[in-house]
């Protein structure tokens, strides 16, 4: 099975912003969602739970959001498949129907913080890159002597 992306950087440079969320539900549906009229408006501010923290609902159900930055040096990239695969095992096209920079991030009656995994993932390129970045020698010795005093520091 092959997957082709459909577009370019020139279609890139071009393709509209999305506002775009993140809900904690599946939705069995692919069409229009008039999302400005039905949900948007009921989006508040609480600031109970702090600075950026939304609340709105869906389907009865309470929703605490917050705006999430795409983390810097990538592009949030929205795909739609062209044709539905016949099987597994079909090749796949999508084709780029929109860009994002930030998004809003919903979870079910709880805020949003750093120990939900849609977080971790987003915090792990930015560990990916600690990690991909080569250390020098001196870098490396003072790291050593850095842990040598810690070491000697505590009981």
Same mark, same amino acid.
């Given at each position: 099975?092959?997957?082709? /992306?459909?577009?370019? #950087?020139?279609?890139?440079?071009?393709? $509209?912003?999305?506002?775009?969320?993140?809900?904690?539900?599946?939705?069995? #549906?692919?069409?229009? !969602?008039?999302?400005?009229?039905?949900?948007?408006?009921?989006? +508040?501010?609480?600031?109970?739970? #702090?600075?950026?923290?939304?609340?709105? !609902? /869906?389907? =009865?159900?309470? /929703?605490? =959001?917050? +705006?999430? $930055?795409?983390?810097?040096?990538?592009?949030?990239?929205? /795909?739609?498949?062209?044709?539905?695969?016949?099987?597994?095992?079909?090749?796949?096209?999508?084709?780029?129907?929109g860009?994002?920079?930030?998004?809003?991030?919903?979870?079910?009656?709880?805020?949003?913080?750093? #120990?939900?995994?849609?977080?971790?993932?987003?915090?792990?390129?930015?560990?990916?890159?600690?990690?991909?970045?080569?250390?020098?020698?001196?870098?490396?010795?003072?790291?050593?002597?850095?842990n $040598?005093?810690?070491?000697?520091?505590?009981?």
């Open positions: 099975m092959s997957i082709t /992306l459909d577009f370019n #950087g020139k279609n890139l440079a071009k393709s $509209k912003t999305l506002d775009l969320h993140y809900l904690p539900a599946k939705i069995d #549906g692919d069409g229009e !969602a008039n999302v400005e009229q039905y949900f948007n408006n009921y989006t +508040r501010e609480a600031t109970d739970y #702090g600075s950026g923290v939304f609340t709105n !609902a /869906l389907r =009865g159900y309470p /929703l605490m =959001g917050q +705006r999430l $930055k795409v983390p810097e040096g990538f592009k949030g990239l929205v /795909l739609q498949e062209t044709e539905k695969p016949l099987s597994e095992s079909s090749d796949r096209q999508l084709r780029l129907t860009v994002f920079e930030e998004f809003t991030y919903w979870n079910y009656d709880k805020v949003p913080s750093n #120990g939900d995994a849609y977080r971790q993932a987003l915090i792990m390129s930015d560990v990916a890159q600690a990690l991909a970045q080569p250390i020098n020698e001196q870098d490396l010795e003072a790291e050593i002597a850095r $040598k005093e810690n070491t000697k520091t505590s009981p």
